[in-house]
């Protein structure tokens, strides 16, 4: 496990592959990109050639888990004659401290990448306490 510096997250690795509907399918560790403000934590997921539908995004004990299928194209009308396109899967996970405000958590997935949106906890959101003279 590697951790984030200054970042109320840290992250896993992944298997290497996995046994899905009893196929053995790739699974590549998504590229992702954190950054942090002073009230949230955003993440950025690569996961071209995931629709959707096959994106699942899911906290279990303190555990965000993303994963993403890809599925082979299917064209109509057409028999795959050679193809060196190898469908798998994505997963990757990250451990969220209790900075993070968990009923919060938003989603979206645009264009093949997955933004996550991890709120922090109000009481940890730094704030700024005036000085007065006297």
Same mark, same amino acid.
């Given at each position: 496990?590697?951790?984030?510096?200054?970042?109320?997250?840290?992250?896993?690795?992944? @298997?290497?592959? +996995?046994?899905?509907?009893? +196929?053995? %399918?790739?699974?590549?560790?998504?590229?992702? *990109?954190? #950054?942090?403000?002073? *009230?949230?934590?955003?993440? =950025?997921?690569?996961? @071209?050639?995931?629709?959707?539908? !096959?994106?699942? #995004?899911?906290?279990?004990?303190? #555990?965000?888990?993303?994963?993403?299928? #890809? &599925?082979?194209?299917?064209? /109509?009308?057409?028999?795959?004659?050679? =193809?060196?396109? &190898?469908?798998?899967?994505?997963?990757?996970?990250?451990?969220?401290? +209790?900075?993070?405000?968990?009923?919060?958590?938003?989603?979206?997935?645009?264009?093949? $990448?997955?933004?996550? /949106?991890?709120?922090? %906890? +109000?009481? $940890?959101? @730094?704030? %700024?306490?005036?000085? !007065?003279?006297?």
């Amino acid at each position: 496990m590697s951790t984030c510096r200054n970042v109320a997250v840290t992250q896993e690795n992944a @298997p290497k592959r +996995a046994e899905t509907n009893g +196929a053995d %399918r790739p699974i590549a560790r998504p590229y992702v *990109d954190i #950054v942090e403000a002073p *009230d949230r934590v955003v993440l =950025s997921v690569n996961l @071209p050639g995931v629709n959707l539908e !096959n994106v699942d #995004v899911t906290l279990e004990k303190n #555990v965000l888990t993303i994963r993403g299928r #890809v &599925e082979r194209p299917r064209y /109509e009308g057409f028999r795959l004659v050679y =193809s060196e396109f &190898e469908p798998g899967d994505y997963e990757r996970s990250f451990h969220l401290t +209790a900075e993070i405000d968990r009923e919060k958590i938003a989603a979206r997935m645009k264009d093949g $990448v997955l933004t996550l /949106e991890l709120p922090k %906890r +109000a009481a $940890v959101i @730094p704030s %700024r306490i005036p000085v !007065n003279a006297g």
